[in-house]
C-alpha cells in the first residue's frame, strides 16, 4: 500500500475540520526565560538528534557548565590496574540453571563487571561562553549579579534561540542554533562592547569518565586537568582546531567564521579564548564537534540558522499533530497543550537520533551512560513515532514512519543464540551502539522488553503493508520470537508453558528466583508470539511449530479475588504490601498500554486498575507511570480519569518542558515525555475498536483535533 497518512496533514481540511494553524500554535508556546532563571537546573536547548548544546541565559554557556552532547561522542577508561582487555574480551558473568538448561548471564564477576558497566561512556564535548574585559582591559569573572535586564526567548518553529541581557549599562544580544545534519553551532553576537575588544568567547573542556551511575545537570570534571590533555592548531585569522584527547578517545573542535584571535587561557587548564578581531557591532562564528579525520565545510555562520529553520519546519508540518487547545473550553487544556508542544521539541532534540539515548537524555548521563535498547525508554520514546506518522521516507519513496524507527541490530544472532539458549536473540535492558549487554543482574533478567520490536515492526507494517517491511524486520521477528518460545518452558505438572523464574518484573521490586507468570508479561508474551506469527503468515512462511506450541499453552493470566495479580502465587497481600506497591504499577497497562490479548478479561482488568489506584503509593509515581495510568483509564471509558493522570502534580514539566524526575530519578526524565506523547496520540486518534474523534478525551470542555496520526493497537 503505497500511501502515508501525511496527506492528512498536508491537506487544508482534515476530516471536514480547517487544518491546524501548527506555526501560531506552536509559537504560541515558545518558552521565555529572564532573570529569575539565573539559577536554573535545566538548560535551554538547541540541537538535532544526534547533538545538543544546552544554554544558560546568556545564549551560552557563561554562567552555568551545561552540557554539550552527541549520540556519537563515547570513550572508554583506563583499565584499572591488574586488568587486560584480553580479562575484558573474556568476561563470562555467571551460569545458573533455567529449568534444566545451564545459562550463561552478564553479572558477577568483580572488577571485570564493574568496568563494563561503565563503559563505554558518553563524553561531555566541552563548554562555550562569553568572556568579558572591563574597560582597561582586565579580564572580568562575571556573575548572574553582573547581567540585568534578561529577557529570552526560543523559537520553537526555527530552533533559534536569542538571549539579551545588559552588562554594565551595554545591551547584548546572542543568537543560537544548531545546524541539523551535523554538530555544528552557530553564534551570533551583537553588541558595542565588541567594538571596544570588551567581549569574546571561551571553550573550555571537561574531563569525562564513567564513575558517576547519574550526572545531571552537569556533566564531567572541570578541575581534573591534568587526566586529558588539548593542542590547539590555527590556521589563518578565521579558522582554528582544538584537539581534545581523553585516553585513547581523541574529538575535535573547529571555530570557524569573523576573523579571530584564539589563544590558551593558561598552560594548566583547557580553557581558550576567542577574541573578535574586527571592530564591530556584530561577531559570528560557527563550532562544529567531531573527530580528528574530519574535514567541516568552511560556511557562513548563518547557514547554521538557516539549516535549522528547514529542519525544525519540516518537523513541525510534516508529522503527526495535535491541538488540544484552540477550541477548548476546559481550563486544563492550555497547559495541556504547553506539555505536548515542548515534549515534541525535546524529544526531537534528544531522542531523535541514531542511537536513542536513555532516560535522561543527550542533555547528561545515566544509567551508566547506556542507551536503552527497549525497556521504558525505547518503547515510550519510540512509540511516539510509531503512531504519529513521523515524517521519513519509506517503501518505494513514500512517506511516513520507516525510516524513524529502525530494526534493532542482532549481532550474527541466527547463528549464535544466547549462551544456554537454543536459538533467538535476547534484546538487553541496556547497551552501547556495539550491541553489547551492560552487565548487572536486573539488566539480564529483566524480560518485558523482549517484544518491543515487534510493536516497532507491527506499526511499520500497519503503515506499510508491503512486501519490503516484511522483509525489512523478518530477522528481527524470527530471532525475537524464537528467544521468546525459548524462554517459555513446559511444566509437566500443570500441563502449560510458564515464564521465569528467574525473571525480573517490569517494575524490577520482586525476588527473581520466586516470580513466575507475572500477569504483564505473559499478555506481552502472547501479543508478540501473536504478532510474530501473523507475520511469518503475510511472508508466506510455515510459522515455527514452538511459537504455535508456546503461544497456544502459556498458562493463564494469574488472579486473586476478582483482580489480577503481579505475579502467580504472590499472595493475596500483595495490594497492602509495600514491597510491591511502591514502584510502577503495570498491572494497569493489561488493558490501556497494552491492547485486549488472548485469555485476558476486559472487565477483572478494569477492577484491578481502579484497586491500583487505592493501594498504590501514588507518591512514589514516576515518569510514565501517569502516562500508563492515563491509557488504561481511556481504554476502560474513564476519560476525565485519564486526564487527571496526564496532568497529576506530581507529573510536572518545567519552564521550558523538561519532565520532572522528581525523587528517585534525576531532572530531565524523558521516559515521561515519550509516554505523555504516546498516550496523547492514543486518546487523540483512538486505538482499534474505538469509535468517534478524541475517544480519550471527555467530550465536555474538549475540542480536539488530530492531523496525521495512526490509531494505536
Known amino acids: 500500500m503505497l500511501y502515508t497518512l501525511l496527506i492528512l496533514a498536508l491537506s487544508t481540511f482534515t476530516n471536514g475540520l480547517q487544518s491546524i494553524d501548527r506555526r501560531s500554535l506552536v509559537r504560541y508556546f515558545n ?177 569525562n569518565d564513567g564513575t558517576a551511575k547519574f550526572s545531571a545537570p552537569f556533566v564531567g570534571d572541570w578541575n581534573a586537568t591534568s587526566s586529558h590533555t588539548t593542542v590547539l592548531e590555527v590556521s589563518g585569522d578565521s579558522t582554528a582546531n582544538i584537539l581534545h584527547t581523553m585516553v585513547a578517545a581523541t574529538f575535535k573542535s573547529t571555530v570557524m567564521g569573523d576573523k579571530f584571535g584564539i589563544s590558551r587561557d593558561s598552560p594548566d587548564t583547557h580553557r581558550f579564548t576567542v577574541l573578535p578581531s574586527k571592530g564591530s557591532m556584530t561577531f559570528s562564528i560557527a563550532v562544529e564537534y567531531g573527530f580528528p579525520d574530519d574535514k567541516p565545510e568552511v ?91 513521523t515524517a521519513h521516507t519509506g517503501p518505494s519513496g513514500t512517506t511516513g514512519i520507516s525510516s524513524a524507527v529502525r530494526p534493532p541490530y542482532i549481532p550474527d544472532s541466527s547463528t549464535a543464540p544466547s549462551p544456554g539458549w537454543p536459538a533467538g536473540a535476547r534484546w538487553p535492558k541496556m547497551t552501547d551502539p556495539s550491541g553489547r549487554s551492560s552487565p548487572g543482574e536486573i539488566n539480564n533478567l529483566l524480560i518485558w522488553q523482549q517484544p518491543h520490536p515487534l510493536i516497532f515492526a507491527l506499526y511499520e507494517y500497519r503503515e506499510f503493508p508491503v512486501r519490503e517491511t516484511l522483509e525489512k524486520w523478518k530477522d528481527v521477528v524470527v530471532e525475537t520470537a524464537n528467544w521468546m518460545s525459548a524462554f517459555a518452558w513446559y511444566n509437566v505438572t500443570t500441563g502449560v508453558y510458564d515464564i521465569g523464574p528467574p525473571m525480573y518484573v517490569a517494575s524490577e521490586d520482586t525476588s527473581p528466583n520466586i516470580t513466575q507468570n507475572p500477569a504483564l508479561e505473559l499478555a506481552y508474551w502472547r501479543l508478540g508470539l501473536d504478532i510474530a506469527s501473523k507475520w511469518m503468515v503475510n511472508l508466506g512462511v510455515e510459522v515455527p511449530d514452538d511459537w504455535t506450541k508456546v503461544a497456544g499453552n502459556l498458562a493463564k493470566l494469574p488472579i486473586d479475588n476478582g483482580t489480577y495479580a503481579v505475579y502467580e502465587g504472590i499472595g493475596s497481600n500483595f495490594w497492602t504490601d509495600k514491597a510491591y506497591t511502591n514502584d510502577h504499577p503495570t498491572l494497569v497497562g493489561l488493558h490501556g498500554w497494552l491492547p485486549p490479548t488472548p485469555g485476558l478479561d476486559v472487565t477483572i482488568a478494569k477492577a484491578t486498575a481502579e484497586k491500583v489506584w487505592v493501594y498504590w503509593n ?39 518542558g523538561m519532565p520532572i524526575g522528581g525523587a528517585r530519578v534525576p531532572t530531565p526524565y524523558f521516559p515521561g515525555s515519550g509516554a505523555l506523547l504516546l498516550a496523547i496520540a492514543m486518546m487523540a486518534e483512538g486505538w482499534d475498536g474505538s469509535h468517534g474523534r478524541a475517544p480519550g478525551f471527555p467530550s465536555n470542555g474538549w475540542d480536539v483535533r488530530a492531523e496525521g496520526l495512526n490509531k494505536a493497537l
Open 299 to 389: 560556511s557562513p555562520p548563518q547557514n547554521v540558522f538557516d539549516s535549522s529553520a528547514r529542519a525544525w519546519e519540516g518537523y513541525w508540518t510534516r508529522t503527526g499533530f495535535v491541538d488540544v487547545f484552540t477550541g477548548s473550553t476546559d481550563a486544563r487544556a492550555e497547559e495541556l497543550q504547553r506539555r505536548i508542544i515542548l515534549s515534541r521539541y525535546l524529544m526531537r532534540v534528544n531522542e531523535a537520533g541514531d542511537t536513542p539515548p536513555q532516560e535522561v537524555s543527550i542533555l547528561s548521563l545515566n544509567q551508566s551512560h547506556r542507551w536503552l535498547t527497549g525497556q521504558q525508554s525505547g518503547l515510550v520514546n519510540n512509540g511516539w513515532k510509531c503512531i504519529s506518522g
Open 31 to 207: 518558552p521565555t526565560r529572564n532573570g529569575s532563571a539565573l539559577d536554573a537546573t535545566t538548560p535551554m536547548q538547541v540541537g538535532n538528534g544526534n547533538f545538543a548544546f544546552g544554554a544558560d541565559v546568556t545564549g551560552l554557556q557563561t554562567l552555568l557548565p551545561f552540557a554539550i552532547m552527541s549520540s556519537w561522542s563515547w570513550k572508554n577508561d583506563t583499565l584499572p590496574a591488574g586488568m587486560t582487555i584480553q580479562d575484558v574480551e573474556d568476561y563470562k558473568g555467571v551460569s545458573w540453571y533455567n529449568h534444566g538448561r545451564l545459562v550463561q548471564y552478564d553479572f558477577g564477576g568483580g572488577g571485570v563487571e564493574q568496568w563494563l558497566i561503565s563503559n563505554t561512556n558518553r563524553v561531555n564535548l566541552g563548554r562555550i561562553g562569553l568572556v568579558f574585559w572591563s574597560t582597561e582591559g582586565e579580564k572580568l569573572n562575571v556573575t548572574g549579579n553582573d547581567f540585568t535586564d534578561i529577557k529570552q526567548e526560543l523559537d520553537l518553529w526555527t530552533g533559534k534561540l536569542t538571549s539579551r541581557f545588559s552588562f554594565q549599562g551595554e545591551a547584548v544580544i546572542i543568537e543560537t542554533a544548531v545546524a541539523d545534519d551535523t554538530g555544528r553551532i552557530g553564534i551570533v553576537i551583537r553588541s558595542s562592547l565588541l567594538e571596544n575588544n570588551r567581549l569574546g568567547v571561551f571553550l573550555d573542556f571537561p574531563w
Open 618 to 656: 501514588v507518591s512514589n509515581f514516576w515518569g510514565w507511570d501517569f502516562p500508563m495510568l492515563a491509557m488504561s483509564a481511556a481504554r476502560n471509558g474513564d476519560q476525565e480519569k485519564a486526564l487527571e493522570w496526564l496532568l497529576h502534580p506530581l507529573f510536572a514539566f518545567d519552564d521550558v
